[in-house]
């Protein structure tokens, strides 16, 4: 996609239909509209306690390929990948107990997080006769057990991640998302009056990339040298475009539980209720992910767990069409969008030419996502017989993912891998 800049209240129209169109020539569609989830799927609990298992799975990819992974699970739960949203306030005293049933020792780091403990004693890198075995206490293989605690950082978007063998384990998947909120404030980023957010459009996207070839290695036990890895697969939240689209908890999807598709209403600006939603940015990889949605920018207003502000609190955030994402970076954003032009079909009809035919058609020539009319809320026109149409009630879709277009490809097929999609819905929504 280039990277084409739009003023960020104008209608993205033009944007949606370009990206309808590549949507429609490159890949495999899903028979619905873009399943919507509302809210953050976060594990939290009164007692900030959280027991977490090591161990391995399996995932799926969209062009069929079935990748070994490792991972944090809850202990009562099946594999995942990544491991479980935690949520906490900030100041509270958090505990993770870690369970090991990999074949080697394993361990988790809380980068900004306060006064981390292991079993007791302040957390402590770890090392034998060879040098450096671990960032932190590590739990042994097989059945070994670390409790962690540690003080929640200022409220921000974190990893948890592996300390132990970095290279090969955080590539093998061992990640998660901490989300830190402010306490009492749920539904503000961070501490900051203006930094509120629908709490119903709150997102995490936690970037990642695998290569097959380490994991299979791994898996058979074979050596391999984890400087010669070369990614092939782009994940956000464990899953690749389409799969990334579709609902939190999608059956078919049972252990990469979380979507990404950010689902939102126009923006109304003086309306209290009307909230911009938030994307929580992670990188948890080991290159930059420089990560675009098409047709708006958004606002940058935490950065790895800190506010965006000058000197005395003055307000520093930024509006952003890239958002370069660097290896263990955060990055928490506004997002909204305006409906600029107003169109209604009754009392403002903006008359529209429709684009032909072929540019309202996807692959294999049943299906479209255009809702004949380039204006959120549109009704469609006439449809031609035998086509699909799978926009539901004139809602836009635009693109967002890698500006590294190698990152937005499965195993080297485009329009894949680190993309997702924004939807946007008419004021009165969308039946479900
Ligand atoms: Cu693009």
Redesign the pocket.
């Known amino acids: ?4 800049r739009s003023p960020r209240f104008t209608s993205a129209a033009p944007v949606v239909l370009a990206v309808a169109i590549v949507v429609a020539l490159t890949m495999p569609m899903p028979s619905a509209a873009a399943a919507t989830t509302d809210g953050l799927p976060c594990e939290a609990n009164s007692a900030n306690t959280f027991s977490l298992d090591a161990k391995a799975g399996y995932v799926s990819t969209p062009d069929g390929n079935s990748i070994y992974m490792w991972s944090y699970s809850s202990s009562t739960k099946a594999f995942q990948l990544p491991g479980p949203m935690l949520c906490v306030d900030s100041g509270v005293t958090v505990t993770v107990v870690l369970h090991n049933t990999l074949p080697e020792a394993t361990s988790i780091v809380f980068p900004g997080q306060h006064h981390q403990r292991a079993n007791g004693h302040p957390a402590q890198p770890q090392a034998d006769t060879t040098g450096l075995t671990s960032l932190t206490d590590a739990a042994a293989p097989l059945t070994g057990s670390v409790t962690y605690t540690f003080t929640a950082g200022s409220p921000g978007t974190y990893l948890y991640e592996s300390g132990t063998d970095v290279a090969k384990q955080r590539e093998m998947g061992l990640s998660g998302a901490l989300v830190v909120r402010p306490p009492g404030q749920p539904d503000h980023a961070n501490g900051r009056a203006d930094s509120a957010f629908d709490l119903n459009r709150e997102y995490v996207y936690l970037l990642s990339e695998v290569d097959p070839d380490l994991h299979l290695a791994v898996e058979r036990k074979r050596a391999f040298d984890v400087t010669k890895t070369k990614a092939r697969y782009f994940f956000i939240n464990g899953r690749s475009m389409p799969d990334t689209i579709a609902p939190t908890g999608a059956a078919w999807l049972p252990n990469q539980p979380y979507g990404s598709l950010v689902h939102l209403k126009p923006f109304v600006p003086g309306d209290p209720d009307s909230r911009p939603a938030l994307v929580r940015y992670l990188n948890a990889g080991s290159v930059n992910y420089p990560f ?1 949605p ?1 047709g708006n920018d958004q606002r940058v207003i935490t950065e790895d767990g800190q506010p965006v502000q000058g000197a005395g609190g003055s307000d520093a955030s930024y509006d952003k069409f890239l958002i370069d994402i660097g290896p263990g970076q955060s990055a928490d954003t506004l997002d909204q969008w305006v409906d600029a032009e107003h169109w209604n079909g009754e009392t403002n009809p903006i008359p529209v030419p429709l684009p032909q035919l072929q540019d309202q058609i996807v692959g294999p020539g049943t299906e479209t996502w255009f809702s004949e009319n380039p204006y959120l809320g549109g009704q469609p026109g006439e449809v031609p017989a035998g086509v699909v149409r799978n926009n539901q009630c004139g809602e836009y879709y635009m ?3 890698s ?1 590294a ?1 190698e990152q ?1 490809t499965n195993y080297g097929a485009s329009f894949g891998g680190m993309m997702t999609l924004v939807r946007i819905d008419p004021a009165a929504g969308c039946p479900s």
């Open positions: 996609m280039n990277p084409t675009h098409h693109v967002a993912h500006h277009l937005a």
